[in-house]
């Protein structure tokens, strides 16, 4: 189409192009540079967060150590409480802060703080993703039960819940009608956990027949 | 049409439309717009888009052979092994690990990759003499088709992993109250008093009748039916059986013997020392006359060599230079050494510009071993060989024969070799040693043999380098046994019955009396049975039958001092009345702080462990799990 144009005309003919769309053009590729850029900023500063998160979660891992059954000294466990509290605060988004907060609740009954394991398992509930919750909640139940709060820890036992944590839950409800001395309905809790019991750690087999047929025979 | 386009598409639409294809430039790359990923028929499994390769289940498998080779030792049964058994379980696991590694990586979890190489390098696999070798490591995990990059991503995800697990297993706790309670019921200790009935003689006292035992056995004859059986003739090959019949000649033993020749014999050795002189002037001339002089004298070798011998390699150490088979020393001194006898020196010899004494220390000549010596030994060798090979072809012609023959009897002439015969077995098998082998056993009762008459296919028994053809000659189906067969077991097992219906009628009648206000002593004493008793009992306590223990920890709490009554009938058939007297909660007080500890533990863990397999299989049913092919086969 521009072979009957000589360099002159053509030259003419892209200058007149240019005038017309130069500026949207230059405006297009500055966008996309921008976008680009942008793009790759965003992507980096997720990683350094993820990396920064990851560095402390390490560090954490390393000042309670494996043997955390046992109870930590006190120096070990202010440098634990600094690592969960900076992971709570600045990363809150990442599966470390979770993980860092259950440390903490963990800690909290260790030393026989309830109240704080208490406070610690909600906000895990809170910042949690979806697929903990149900673990995190049975959890935060054991503690309203080590609290004697009983309404607290039913409301959360009679959710409607996640079926594979159905033995866990119905358990724990007939512990705590047991605590409350409702034997008959303890007893039905008890048998809908040991009816579904599934891949269970021999303990727990072996304690839930024993709970059941401990219960009184009659209403009290 | 170009030329419409240029001049349709201007300004906003120009900017919008570049705009469009920046953005996903500048996202992707430009690879990932022209270049789609080729299908892989590798993709085993797809968890939440992510992808499970043939490559990744195999590794799996790898190791996990490895992991059971080491725990159980060489003797894992090769099934255990196999593809087979081990490819859902390993799959599966896989999965597991792409669902965590999933919540991982959408929790942004991750790992430095300084933390990752500080692993890397610790690892034995990847280390000479205890150092990280990077030449190893890389062509290591080129080798299992990784290169560094993919390899430490890998790893990365395998330790985020890890990460995830440990912060639901570890963090898990246990309250006060719940060791309490785990305390109070699981050391719980109980009283109890109990008579039995026992069973004893009393069913050979008992009386049935024949028309009892008929209708028993009408009404009970579907179930009575005897073991199939089946008897078989056999044929067995034997490696070593041929070896008695197989002959080697003289000259065949002679001539392995010549064959063998070579590499029986062995070269002489000689060890030797010398005495070297240095040079042709007078001086050295005079040196050599005097060590000849004082040889003459028969002074020592060795302190002469010390004294006089040029050669400093050798002479502080008597001279001494070794063994030679015939070709280490110069020519001149090979002969002279080959005419010495041991203990000998020789005349001066004058090798280049230098003068030797030699000394021959020890002749090792080594002789020939004779042919009579080596005919037994050669003989048995090439006896073997021959009979395996005729094992081989004889195998063959078995194959032929025993397929199409009427009896064994024929091909046993042909091969001579005799036919031997079983009598009737079943499928457990009998005393004969070659029932003891499951294949023999499969073989006599699959369907070519007893259903088809055919003769079995050549079974190896590699273990005994023996080969064997089955051939059934009478085979007893399953049927009904008979009344006069069955009669005895029926029988004792009416008597057994009447003779629990006898106690248990007695038990009725005591429980009336307790029911009544008699106590268990005051009954026991009455009918003259003696009375047990057990105070603060275990679970498990020594004197009291198991059964009756598990029994008494599952009744109730009795109400009151009265106790609670119950009775049972035990697996030996004796009747248990017994008497629940009082139940004690475990002693929580006397807990030591390691028996708190050990039981915390232990209650930690169990937890976690459930709530962890509870978390696992609630993320699979939620995830999108796909698997493609369960039977792809090793490659």
């Given at each position: 189409m521009?072979?009957h144009?000589?360099?002159?005309e053509q ?23 921008m ?5 790759q ?38 440098t ?90 119905a358990e ?11 034997w ?6 008890y ?11 021999s ?18 | ?8 598409i201007?300004?906003?639409?120009a ?12 996202l992707l ?8 990923n080729?299908y892989?028929?590798?993709d ?16 799996a498998?790898?190791?996990e ?15 255990l ?9 390993v ?41 990280f ?9 080129r ?19 890890n ?8 963090t898990?706790f246990v ?30 006292s ?6 009892e ?10 179930d ?30 002679r ?15 000689r ?7 240095e ?22 070798f ?31 001194f090979e ?11 020789s ?46 072809s ?5 194959k ?15 091969l ?9 077995f ?14 023999v056993?499969?073989?006599a009762f ?21 080969a ?24 004792g ?8 219906a ?7 009648s ?9 106590s ?8 003259g ?17 198991q059964?009756?223990?598990?029994h ?12 609670r ?38 209650l930690?863990?169990?937890?976690a462990g459930d ?20 039977e792809?086969?090793?490659?």
């Amino acid at each position: 189409m521009t072979d009957h144009l000589t360099d002159e005309e053509q030259l003419r003919v892209l200058k007149h192009w240019w005038k017309k769309n130069g500026s949207s053009l230059v405006t297009a590729v500055f966008i996309g540079v921008m976008a680009y850029i942008g793009f790759q900023w965003w992507q980096n500063y997720q990683q350094q967060q993820a990396e920064q998160a990851s560095a402390l979660y390490s560090e954490l891992l390393k000042t309670i150590g494996v043997e955390h059954n046992n109870t930590l000294p006190d120096e070990k466990k202010n440098t634990a409480r600094y690592l969960i509290k900076q992971l709570k605060d600045n990363y809150k988004s990442s599966q470390y802060a979770t993980n860092a907060s259950l440390f903490a609740a963990k800690m909290f009954v260790d030393a026989h703080d309830l109240k704080a394991a208490e406070q610690e398992l909600l906000w895990a509930t809170d910042h949690a993703r979806e697929h903990l919750k149900p673990l995190i909640q049975l959890r935060l139940a054991r503690v309203y039960v080590a609290q004697e709060k009983y309404p607290e820890a039913l409301s959360i036992v009679d959710q409607k819940l996640v079926e594979q944590f159905g033995s866990l839950y119905a358990e724990l409800k007939g512990d705590i009608l047991a605590a409350q001395q409702d034997w008959e309905n303890a007893r039905v809790a008890y048998q809908q956990a040991n009816g579904t019991l599934e891949n269970t750690s021999s303990f727990r087999r072996n304690l839930l027949p024993i709970k059941l047929s401990n219960l009184p025979a009659g209403k009290k | 049409m170009l030329q419409t386009m240029r001049n349709k598409i201007k300004g906003l639409v120009a900017i919008f439309l570049i705009g469009l294809l920046v953005i996903p430039l500048a996202l992707l790359g430009i690879e990932n717009l022209f270049y789609k990923n080729p299908y892989a028929p590798d993709d085993v499994a797809e968890v939440n888009g992510q992808k499970i390769t043939e490559r990744e289940v195999q590794l799996a498998l790898q190791s996990e052979r490895q992991r059971l080779q080491t725990q159980f030792g060489t003797n894992v049964p090769t099934q255990l092994l196999s593809d087979e058994s081990l490819r859902g379980p390993v799959l599966d696991r896989l999965i597991h690990r792409a669902l965590i590694a999933d919540v991982a990586e959408k929790g942004n979890m991750t790992l430095l990759d300084k933390e990752i190489d500080e692993i890397i390098v610790k690892l034995p696999d990847f280390q000479v003499e205890g150092k990280f070798d990077s030449d190893r490591f890389v062509n290591l995990i080129r080798s299992i088709g990784y290169s560094p990059a993919t390899f430490r991503a890998m790893m990365r995800k395998d330790m985020v992993v890890n990460q995830m697990k440990n912060a639901l297993l570890m963090t898990d706790f246990v309250t006060d109250q719940e060791i309490e309670r785990a305390v109070v019921l699981s050391r719980q200790t109980r009283d109890f008093e109990w008579i039995t009935l026992a069973l004893g003689d009393l069913p050979e006292s008992m009386l049935v009748s024949d028309d009892e035992v008929n209708e028993y056995y009408e009404s009970n004859k579907q179930d009575y039916l005897s073991e199939e059986q089946v008897a078989i003739e056999y044929l067995e090959l034997r490696v070593d059986q041929l070896e008695k019949d197989v002959t080697v000649s003289d000259d065949e033993v002679r001539a392995q013997y010549e064959q063998e020749l070579d590499s029986l014999s062995k070269p002489t050795e000689r060890e030797v020392a010398h005495i070297m002189i240095e040079g042709n002037d007078d001086a050295a001339q005079a040196k050599m006359l005097e060590v000849q002089e004082k040889l003459a004298a028969g002074e020592d070798f060795a302190t002469l060599a010390a004294k006089y011998s040029d050669d400093f390699g050798s002479r502080d150490n008597g001279g001494h230079l070794g063994v030679s088979t015939g070709d280490v020393f110069p020519a001149e001194f090979e002969q002279a050494l080959l005419d010495l006898k041991e203990g000998d020196v020789s005349e001066p010899i004058v090798v280049d510009d230098a003068t030797h004494f030699i000394k021959l220390l020890t002749l090792n000549a080594y002789e020939t071993p004779s042919f009579e010596k080596e005919r037994l030994r050669i003989t048995a060798e090439l006896k073997r060989i021959k009979a395996e090979e005729k094992f081989v072809s004889d195998i063959e012609i078995l194959k032929d024969l025993a397929y199409n023959a009427e009896n064994l009897e024929e091909v046993g002439i042909e091969l001579n070799l005799p036919v031997n015969k079983t009598a009737l077995f079943s499928r457990s098998g009998a005393k004969d040693v070659i029932l003891q082998d499951s294949r023999v056993l499969e073989a006599a009762f699959s369907d070519r043999v007893v259903k088809d008459g055919f003769s079995s296919e050549v079974l190896e028994l590699s273990t005994d380098n023996s080969a064997m053809v089955i051939k059934m000659i009478e085979h007893k189906p399953v049927r009904t046994l008979t009344l006069e067969e069955k009669k005895k077991d029926i029988t004792g097992e009416l008597k057994l019955e009447k003779a629990k219906a006898r106690l248990t009628e007695q038990a009725v009648s005591i429980r009336e009396s307790l029911d009544n206000g008699t106590s268990l002593s005051a009954l026991s004493e009455e009918k003259g049975l003696s009375l047990s008793t057990q105070v603060a009992a275990k679970r498990h306590a020594a004197g009291v039958p198991q059964e009756l223990l598990n029994h008494l920890f599952a009744m109730p709490h009795p109400d009151d001092d009265q106790g609670r009554i119950d009775e049972l009938s035990l697996d030996n058939g004796d009747y248990v009345i017994v008497n629940l007297t009082k139940v004690t909660s475990g002693d929580i007080e006397n807990l030591t702080d390691d028996e708190r500890k050990s039981l915390k533990t232990n209650l930690a863990s169990s937890l976690a462990g459930d709530e962890y397999q509870a978390w696992q299989s609630m993320l699979r049913e939620e995830a999108n799990v796909e698997v493609y092919n369960t039977e792809t086969s090793a490659l």
